[in-house]
């Protein structure tokens, strides 16, 4: 993937040098400007929700969202412990909130409490990588900052078609992952390999 970003960077670059070479430093230099800015931005909005994340943990709200969310994972997450079941609500608090960059070291820490000793996903584990590809949108925090510092009129209108369209891509997801979960009559089924970074981590 790095190698096919590199050709296409060389090759945009070098047609832009032959077409424009004008423009092209000075497209360059917007662009880079462009991307630290968004960087600086991006910062911004997730040391915020990452700190209320870190004072929710410190202060019980994970426990409560847990039991909260209790009854649903217990359901879709059969056999986990509870400090994992703990990661999975506060992965799903976050991805809620929109933050899912907020959600990714914890669903790690979620994954890695899936784990059952061998370096084959789970049912769970799987049915917990579908559901944050998917990943209900109740209050899209990230795009809604990005569209509030770049303008936008009514940077909250994007908050029901993300809820509608995230809640359907959900359900599917969840059933789909459910119906595949079943072991055929006769036939064996086949173990998912683990990532690279999650294979020989260390449960916590």
């Not at 056999?79 to 959600?103: C, D, H, Q, V």
Request: glycine content about 6%.
């Amino acid at each position: 993937m790095n190698t096919m970003f590199f050709i296409m960077t060389v090759a945009s670059l070098i047609l832009l040098t032959v077409v424009s070479p004008d423009s092209a430093f000075s497209i360059m230099i917007s662009g880079a400007n462009n991307a630290i800015s968004l960087a600086f931005k991006l910062c911004a909005i997730y040391a915020i929700w990452l700190s209320v994340l870190d004072i929710m943990q410190k202060i019980g709200m994970s426990r409560a969202l847990d039991r909260l969310f209790s009854p649903i994972t217990k359901r879709l997450f059969k056999g986990e412990s509870e400090k994992t079941r703990e990661f999975i609500t506060l992965n799903f608090s976050a991805n809620l909130l929109g933050m899912g960059s907020a959600a990714t070291p914890l669903g790690i820490k979620a994954m890695e409490g899936m784990q059952d000793g061998s370096e084959k996903a789970t049912d769970n584990m799987i049915l917990f990588m579908v559901i944050n590809a998917t990943s209900i949108q109740l209050l899209p925090a990230t795009i809604i900052g990005l569209r509030a510092s770049y303008g936008s009129a009514s940077a909250s209108d994007i908050i029901l078609p993300s809820l509608l369209a995230t809640l359907i891509s959900t359900v599917c997801g969840v059933l789909l992952a459910k119906v595949f979960s079943l072991p055929s009559k006769g036939k064996k089924k086949e173990p998912v390999s683990l990532p690279e970074p999650l294979k020989g981590a260390k449960l916590k």
